[in-house]
């Protein structure tokens, strides 16, 4: 094997838990799975795609990966006795997958692998950035795989377990999401048949006897749902205190917001990796072709590694010029995001300025005619909506209103989902009242679905188009934050019957009819 110069790639050092500590070396003989995110033909420019969409087949032949770069890999890979894994969808996704015994990936990537061990489990690691061959490195935008520590959290939690029966709600101040729907009033005209939405889900599962039940309670059509297995995940649903509740709450939610649309579960593992994998199987998905993805899961900017964070925040730029809008919660934890420095930290991948960032709020109703009270969800050390500026995005052309010069700011809008007053949804077989701003981002999505409908498009990259709209017109204030925007509830709550019409005046295209895409279709989203 000829030797290379090697160098060091850029943000690949593991983000290792506070209290973890080495345990030893991992096995030479384990067998890891790896992907490396090539970077793309020619720079991706969301800005200049704006009100244009590319379709599946123009983007693989504007943006998708080189070919001489994916040989070159290749060559890489058998130099090291690394197996390639072909997918067959390598240049629209940008990535190619390697398999190997963890001895032949330290010796490719020049790193030691090691076991970790902390209170909360184990995860395997290294220490310092990973290698490339110096003719290599500059094609390469990220390696994952080699750390499996788990990565993200779902932003939903419970309120008090409620009765069986919903007759019982003496106490209650929850509310189903279809009340919802009608107090955001969201066009009463438009439904979901037709159109697909997209689940990233990090674990748990979900049983299709408790939605069916759900939707027969609620008067919604039950769903038909596809689940696409990434990296070897299964639909494994167990108990209503695990990350059950994130997925089913994800599908009842959606079921209720956009009666009638098909849903599709990217279940992955929750790690750097299986984040990556599973949004760009998601928006690279030309068989199912979503319009709408939901990411209810996240962790604080300085909790991911550098080269995951491009890589994510790639795959939401190629979203946007396909036409996805994709949705992700502000956090659960406050201004400090679960960090607990004492310092403000936000969530990623809401920070992302081609993601829409739902904050949380508690929304009373009061009645027919005293119509509704809406505050800011903040239950102290209970849980409180995120919010605040970007330590790494800068502040978007798009948020120039806000008076502030610091980075990009969170959240965009928000919704109800105080656990005080959050939705009724069936997990396990059990009735939760589900809160958290993970229970936002469904809610959203479905609007987004029936403008969708309402207007014959896709509406994609929408954030220029949002804070384009009639602030008074479009959103409602959330009481007891700043006027205009604010890091508690962004633009405001939306009104969901005003949005239509605003966003038809800020349209100057003709429609691309939800559902097109180009003829040829292949199905590569099974593993990834």
């Not at 962004?490 to 429609?511: E, F, K």
Request: glycine content about 10%.
């Amino acid at each position: 094997m000829k030797d290379f110069n090697v160098v060091a790639i850029e943000g690949s050092e593991c983000v290792h838990h506070p209290k973890a500590q080495s345990i030893g070396p991992t096995d030479a003989h384990q067998l890891i799975e790896i992907s490396i995110y090539l970077t793309p033909r020619k720079p991706l420019k969301v800005r200049d795609m704006i009100p244009q969409q590319l379709s599946h087949a123009e983007f693989a032949r504007e943006f998708g990966a080189e070919t001489h770069h994916l040989h070159l890999v290749r060559e890489f890979a058998h130099a090291h006795r690394l197996h390639v894994l072909e997918r067959g969808n390598e240049v629209p996704r940008r990535m190619i997958t390697l398999a190997g015994t963890a001895g032949a990936l330290e010796k490719a990537f020049s790193v030691e692998l090691k076991e970790y061990q902390h209170e909360e489990g184990a995860y395997r690691g290294y220490e310092g950035p990973l290698r490339l061959p110096e003719h290599l490195a500059p094609c390469v935008q990220s390696i994952l795989g080699l750390c499996n520590r788990i990565q993200s959290r779902h932003q939903v939690r419970y309120r008090a377990r409620i009765a069986s029966s919903f007759d019982d709600r003496a106490t209650n101040q929850s509310m189903t999401a279809t009340q919802a729907c009608r107090t955001y009033e969201f066009p009463a005209d438009a439904v979901g048949e037709g159109q697909r939405i997209g689940f990233v889900e990090l674990g748990g599962g979900f049983r299709p006897g408790d939605l069916r039940d759900f939707c027969e309670r609620m008067g919604v059509p039950s769903p038909a749902v596809k689940v696409i297995s990434i990296d070897h995940a299964r639909n494994q649903p167990s108990s209503p205190e695990t990350a059950d509740m994130a997925v089913a709450s994800d599908l009842e939610i959606a079921a209720c917001a956009a009666p009638g649309v098909e849903e599709i579960v990217y279940l992955a593992p929750n790690t750097f990796r299986g984040f990556v994998n599973a949004m760009s199987c998601a928006v690279h998905d030309e068989l199912n072709c979503i319009s709408v993805l939901c990411i209810g899961w996240g962790n604080a900017e300085c909790n991911w590694s550098g080269q995951a964070m491009d890589t994510v925040n790639s795959i939401a730029q190629e979203a946007a010029m396909l036409g996805i809008t994709v949705v992700a919660p502000a956090g659960d934890m406050g201004i400090e995001d679960g960090v607990g420095d004492g310092n403000c930290h936000i969530d990623f991948p809401a920070s992302s300025p081609y993601i829409i960032a739902c904050g949380a709020s508690e929304l009373e109703l009061r009645g027919r005619d005293d119509g509704k009270l809406e505050a800011a969800w903040d239950d102290g050390q209970a849980g409180a909506t995120g919010g605040g500026f970007s330590e790494v995005f800068e502040r978007p052309d798009w948020q120039s209103q806000i008076d502030d010069n610091r980075g990009r700011g969170v959240p965009d809008i928000a919704m109800n989902a105080s656990p005080t007053t959050g939705y009724e949804v069936m997990i396990d077989g059990e009735w939760r009242v589900a809160g958290g701003t993970g229970v936002a981002v469904p809610m959203f999505a479905g609007l987004m679905i029936l403008l969708n409908r309402k207007l014959n498009t896709r509406l994609g990259f929408i954030s220029p188009m949002l804070y384009a709209l009639n602030r008074d017109a479009c959103f409602t204030h959330i009481t007891d934050t700043t006027p205009g925007w604010n890091t508690v509830g962004g633009m405001g709550s939306p009104v969901g019957v005003d949005m239509a019409v605003g966003r038809s005046s800020l349209i100057p295209r003709p429609p691309r009819p939800v559902g097109s895409e180009a003829s040829e279709k292949r199905q590569f989203g099974n593993v990834a």
